[in-house]
């Protein structure tokens, strides 16, 4: 029989403590014996990460005869990111994805990761978060303090600065404009080194900031702005390739280490599959964004990499605050050449 699917509001009676139906017999899946994964994601059904991690617990069911499987749950069903994280290292959620941000939180190394120009371009990103030489340390490292693994990345490709008037082709082509961030340290020193001026700011409200003028642009992957909208109000689009993103994606440790040796190999195996094959199909979508985003009007600018990647430098040097930290990105950088 295969294993049985929880439900949602099962879950968020677990998660707030009011049904503690499996917690006291310890960590869920700890006997080997398999069942449904539940992981928690902040995208639509059809973004690229939630196709990739569906198709991540097919292959896992089919390869474990059923005895593990993986439920994706869309749309922050179960929470917000911050919450979720939480939830996975109290056991009451199994897995989810999280950007660099709310890592960052945990240990600062994870920084490093997250810092602009540290990847050349997704190829090389996919090279360095499925090396454990590189990374094993960093993604054990919350596993005492908070219980959780961090399995590995999904890309969110090159992230790019788009205004609603242009072009920008020079850092100083940015100043005095008023450019949206996430709410992190890294990325308001990023744009602010770029010549923006960075206004941190929740991403449900760019479209109406960009449309009324309290927003000059914004900075994100081809395929946000245009699922968002944000074309209809920001139509220039310089080719900064300032970041590439990256999504990690952390289990409860208790349950990986729950799993048989022969089931966990087989999980290992088929994440690193999933994390190559979220890459080719965010790069599939980003070439049909950048396509769709040209016919409704978009102006993609060229820039001058080599001034935006000397306005950037400070900014790394600043984040690489320990040996660890520094080590790690000569090791990223190192790889890049091989």
């Known amino acids: ?26 960590a ?12 928690s994601l902040n995208q639509t059904e ?122 920008v082709e020079r850092p100083e082509d940015l100043n005095g404009k008023k450019i949206r961030v996430q709410e992190s340290d890294i990325h308001i020193d990023m744009i602010e080194a770029m010549g923006g001026s960075a206004t941190p700011m929740a991403y449900g409200e760019v479209y109406t900031a960009l449309q009324s003028g309290v927003l000059d642009g914004a900075e994100n992957n081809e395929i946000s702005y245009l699922s968002q909208k944000h074309n209809e109000v920001a139509e220039h689009m310089a080719l900064t390739e300032h970041l590439v993103g990256l999504d990690y994606v952390v289990m409860n440790t208790d349950v990986l280490e729950g799993m048989s040796p022969e089931d966990r190999a087989v999980f290992e195996e088929e994440w690193v599959t999933t994390s190559e094959q979220h890459a080719e199909l965010w790069t599939t979508e980003t070439i049909a964004a950048i396509e769709a985003a040209e016919e409704s009007g ?35 950088r190192e790889a890049a050449q091989q």
């Open 46 to 167: 059809s973004h690229p990460s939630y196709i990739a991690l569906t198709a991540f617990g097919d292959r896992l069911a089919d390869r474990t005869d059923g005895r593990w499987d993986v439920e994706v749950y869309a749309n922050e069903t179960l929470g917000a990111q911050q919450e979720v994280v939480q939830l996975v290292g109290d056991g009451a959620v199994d897995m989810a994805v999280a950007s660099g941000t709310q890592l960052e939180n945990l240990n600062a190394d994870f920084r490093t990761l997250n810092l602009p120009t540290v990847f050349d371009d997704i190829e090389h990103q996919l090279d360095v978060i499925n090396d454990d030489a590189i990374v094993g340390e960093l993604f054990t490292s919350l596993e005492e303090s908070t219980t959780l693994t961090v399995l590995g990345g999904l890309t969110q490709g090159a992230r790019n600065v788009y205004t609603a008037e242009g072009p």
């Open 298 to 332: 978009t102006v993609f600018t060229a820039v001058d990499e080599a001034a935006f990647d000397a306005a950037l430098a400070p900014v790394v040097d600043k984040y690489l605050e320990t040996d660890d930290a520094r080590k790690l990105y000569d090791d990223v």
């Open 1 to 26: 029989m295969p294993p049985v699917r929880p439900s949602v509001p099962r879950l968020v009676l677990l998660a707030t403590g009011t049904l503690l139906l499996t917690g006291c017999t310890g």
């Open 28 to 39: 869920p899946g700890a006997d080997g014996d398999g069942r449904t994964l539940v992981l």
